[in-house]
Nanobody, 125 residues
Framework: QVQLVESGGGLVQAGGSLRLSCAASGRTFSSRAMGWFRQAPGKEREFVAAISWSGNTYYADSVKGRFTISRDNAKDTVYLQMNSLKPEDTAVYYC???????????????????WGQGTQVTVSS
């Protein structure tokens, strides 16, 4: 069993930055890939970024160059540093965990078996 708890969301002006954290419980964190997804009102949940157990990173084109995913296995925590935020980044952000391996799997939300409760990010123009 893995429990995920996100934090760090909030209201920020366009161009600003936020850092999301996702704290995981359970002894298997370091062997799992972690992903961030987001869901805006009226839209489907979409892939944002993922990091493998070994530290390989993957990003959606819409956030590449602005967002950075990282993990600290000693703290069982994954982070999402979000810079140059835009109003279209407004969404509920979820972290998720998977035992699958490989870039294509990380983009597929159906491959993730544990999810956090989400944290709201609002970017004002």
């Amino acid at each position: 069993q893995v429990q995920l708890v996100e934090s760090g969301g909030g209201l920020v002006q366009a161009g600003g930055s936020l850092r999301l954290s996702c704290a995981a419980s359970g002894r298997t964190f370091s062997s799992r890939a972690m992903g961030w997804f987001r869901q805006a009102p009226g839209k489907e949940r979409e892939f944002v970024a993922a990091i493998s157990w070994s530290g390989n990173t993957y990003y959606a084109d819409s956030v590449k160059g602005r967002f950075t995913i990282s993990r600290d296995n000693a703290k069982d925590t994954v982070y999402l540093q979000m810079n140059s935020l835009k109003p279209e980044d407004t969404a509920v952000y979820y972290c998720a965990s998977t035992t699958y391996y490989g870039g294509r799997n990380y983009l597929d939300l159906s491959k993730y078996d544990y999810w956090g409760q989400g944290t709201q990010v609002t970017v004002s123009s």
